[in-house]
């Protein structure tokens, strides 16, 4: 079956797109959600009417992913988590906790797009993958540094007894 793709659909293609898909992927799936239309000769010429407008559409997303790409290049974002001796976490560095700290230094991040090979479950230097654009991945380090144990304070008394 022939459609038109009206968003982006990974896997898949690009808006603007006219894709052969198995019938029952496209009456289930692709057109009740509103991703696609069937490629009638109606839909075909509104396409090429629209064509311009799609292409631009897509420049545009593609520059500012590249842009956005460049700009998390140089992040590093510091997180200080609690672990036991050997540098194992009490827990892990979940997706939703690098969006926190990305949104904190300034970069809005989709967690879903995040692209982590493994759990972070331990100390060190993680570099994570982000996808941004269906042609644009971009790359950017985290730091998992051991959480300081609180410092005792000396009370003012005690620390002027200290000194007689």
């Given amino acids: 079956m022939e459609i038109i793709l009206t968003k982006d659909v990974s ?45 631009s559409r897509a420049k545009e997303a593609k520059d500012q992913a590249i842009d956005l790409r460049n700009r998390l290049a140089p992040l590093v974002l510091a997180m200080n988590r609690k672990s036991g001796d050997k540098g194992k976490l009490y827990g892990a560095v979940t997706p939703n906790d690098i969006v926190a700290a990305a949104l904190a230094e300034g970069f809005e991040l989709d967690r879903k797009r995040l692209r982590l090979a493994e759990p972070i479950k331990t100390l060190g230097d993680f570099e994570i993958s982000i ?14 540094l051991p959480d300081a144990p609180p410092a005792p304070e000396a009370k003012p008394a005690e620390a002027e007894e200290a000194q007689k």
């Avoid at 941004?132 to 790359?139: A, I």
């Fill in 11 to 55: 896997n898949l293609g690009l808006s603007g797109q006219v894709l052969k898909v198995a019938a029952g992927y496209a009456r289930n799936f692709l057109l009740p959600t509103g991703k696609a239309l069937l490629a009638t000769d109606g839909n075909l010429r509104a396409l090429a009417k629209q064509r311009s407008e799609y292409e």
């Fill in 131 to 144: 996808r941004l654009h269906p042609e644009v991945t971009g790359t950017f380090k985290v730091k998992v």
